[in-house]
């Protein structure tokens, strides 16, 4: 089967496993990554196939949804690849871009990581729809979703969480942006997500501070 037409059924797969899925984990997130995905791609010197399938495939089955079993997302990408007669090293390589992409992966102290450049665009191209404007709507989304308050002055956002304080985390959704949101400028990895994760940060820094002058009735 060719290569495009394999995206084509990625995509008719994916749409189909996240309906009904939580807004900000969607088809829609999935769509953007991608996008951006193609996007930063064109600046650095990856394999393309790789990048569309790891973007595409990267939240089949995110571990928050599933009691935190981050081995559900893997085996379901790898199912699916191996059903297309995709080749072991491709196949090899998307799962590893989705065992190691989210910002929780990067709170574990592993003595050996999983790295590639199509890691890099794939998790710069999800920690941009994690920032900026569609941000902060899916951060209030999820909020929402698991019923969080939306800000508490009395509780103090974590800033030395391990990935099991992150993943049990029940913080009002305002601390979410300190404890992670505001992290990742800096944690980007290709020139063009840097670039891009500027404007997203200071968009950010700007509704948060409206937002503490509207909570302290200053506005």
Not at 25 to 45: C, G, M, P, Q, T
Not at 60 to 68: C, P, T
Request: net charge neutral; no cysteine; aromatic share 10%.
């Amino acid at each position: 089967m060719k290569k495009d037409n394999i995206i084509q059924e990625t995509i008719a797969f994916v749409k189909t496993t996240l309906e009904g899925a939580e807004g900000g984990h969607d088809w829609f997130h999935i769509e953007r990554v991608y996008k951006n995905s193609l996007l930063i791609a064109k600046e650095e010197n990856v394999d393309l196939f790789v990048v569309s399938l790891g973007a595409l495939l990267h939240d089949i089955a995110d571990a928050k949804f599933y009691n935190g079993d981050e081995s559900v997302g893997p085996k379901i990408a790898s199912n699916f690849l191996h059903s297309k007669k995709v080749t072991p090293e491709v196949i090899h390589h998307v799962v590893k871009i989705i065992e190691n992409i989210s910002f929780k992966s990067s709170l574990e102290t592993k003595k050996e990581k999983f790295n590639s450049l199509e890691l890099q665009v794939v998790q710069d191209a999800d920690r941009l729809d994690a920032i900026g404007a569609i941000g902060i709507a899916r951060a209030f989304n999820y909020g929402g979703f698991k019923n969080r308050v939306l800000y508490n002055p009395e509780i103090a956002p974590n800033l030395k969480m391990t990935k099991e304080e992150y993943k049990k985390s029940t913080a009002p959704t305002i601390n979410h942006f300190y404890e992670k949101l505001l992290l990742l400028k800096d944690k980007m990895n290709t020139p063009s997500g840097k670039k891009i994760a500027e404007q997203r940060h200071s968009y950010m820094l700007q509704f948060l501070e409206q937002f503490k002058l509207e909570w302290n009735g200053s506005l």
